[in-house]
Structures are given as structure tokens and as C-alpha cells.
């Protein structure tokens, strides 16, 4: 099992399925099985009945629920996407203010990044989609599949030194 996680916005399932047709594996959508097996409800996702309905499975598992469910996968690859470029596509996407800011707070602070690094270890990288496409962040997944090293990821240190702290936590 190879896992693909990350913030909303950062290219999950475009990657994905990208990495799909380079590996020849399916695409598990997490949230997609979560919705098919009625776990998914008002208060949140039943992580533990989920992770019963990936295990066992093969292929890439893509989302941001990913570390909460699949177990020791042989690659966990996780998307990071610049603060600057989530915001516009999180506008382009209707959010309102109030979801914009919690979600490119949750990328600038690494909260999916946090959860899948301290979960998988050695096993995830970070790999930067900010400016590349699909096919692009697959290739360079790949790439950090066969031992090359991932991305290094510092957006709180980007948006500090740009003097924009204020204009993402206020």
C-alpha cells in the first residue's frame, strides 16, 4: 500500500491517479470508502471501522484521513502546497473566510504533515506541489519512492520572513 496525503487543495487525488497509471495500482479513496461504508456521519469518520475496510487492500490510498487508517504502507507520500497558492485555490473553490483560514493554517503549521511523519516515519516525505503539475509531483514522488530525498517544507518560516503571519492567523 502506498499512501498519498495532504491538505485539502494540495493535489491528492490528481497525483494519485497520475501515480496510478505510472505503478499500475487502483486509487483507494479514502473518503470515497468511508462514504460508501456509512462511516462517515455528522460527527466525523469512524477511523477504526474504516481501517478495517482498507486492510488487507492494495494500491494507493489517497487522503487526508490516510494516517488514521492504513498501517505500515511501503510509501507515504505527503503533498504540501504553498500557503499563497492554497488561498487562491480555496477562493476559486467558494470556501468561505472562516474555512480558507483554518485550512491554510492547518498547511502552514504542517498538521498532516505532523500526523503522517510521525506515524510512517522513515517511510513518508514531503513533496512540495507549489508551482508543479500533476504529472510533475508524481514523477518527483516517484523519484523519493526509489530513495530520493523529499522536499524540505517551511511555510511558517516563508510566511515569517515575508511579514505575513498576521495576514493568515490574525
Known amino acids: 500500500m502506498i499512501v498519498v496525503t495532504g491538505s485539502p487543495g494540495t493535489g491528492k487525488h490528481s497525483v494519485s491517479d497520475v501515480l496510478s ?15 460508501g461504508a456509512g462511516l462517515a456521519g455528522p460527527g466525523g469518520v469512524d477511523t477504526d471501522l474504516l481501517r478495517g475496510q482498507v ?24 503533498l504540501r502546497r504553498s500557503p499563497y497558492e492554497l488561498e487562491r485555490v480555496y477562493g476559486g473553490r467558494g ?14 503549521l504542517g498538521v498532516v504533515a505532523y500526523e503522517a511523519l510521525s506515524r510512517y ?14 504529472q510533475e509531483t508524481a514523477e518527483a514522488a516517484g523519484r523519493c519512492m526509489d ?7 517551511d511555510w511558517l518560516g516563508m510566511v515569517h520572513e515575508a511579514g505575513d503571519i498576521g495576514r493568515f492567523f490574525a
Open 55 to 78: 486492510r488487507g487492500r492494495d494500491g494507493i490510498a489517497v487522503g487526508h484521513l490516510a494516517p488514521y487508517v492504513v498501517d505500515d504502507p511501503e510509501a507515504a507520500v505527503i
Open 121 to 134: 516515519g522513515e517511510a513518508a516525505v514531503q513533496v512540495d506541489s507549489t508551482g508543479r503539475t500533476a
Open 147 to 153: 530513495g530520493a530525498p523529499g522536499d524540505e517544507v
Open 95 to 108: 470556501y468561505d473566510r472562516a474555512k480558507i483560514s483554518e485550512n491554510v493554517a492547518a498547511e502552514i
Open 21 to 35: 497509471g505510472m505503478l499500475g495500482l487502483p486509487v483507494l479513496d479514502i473518503n470515497g470508502i468511508a462514504s
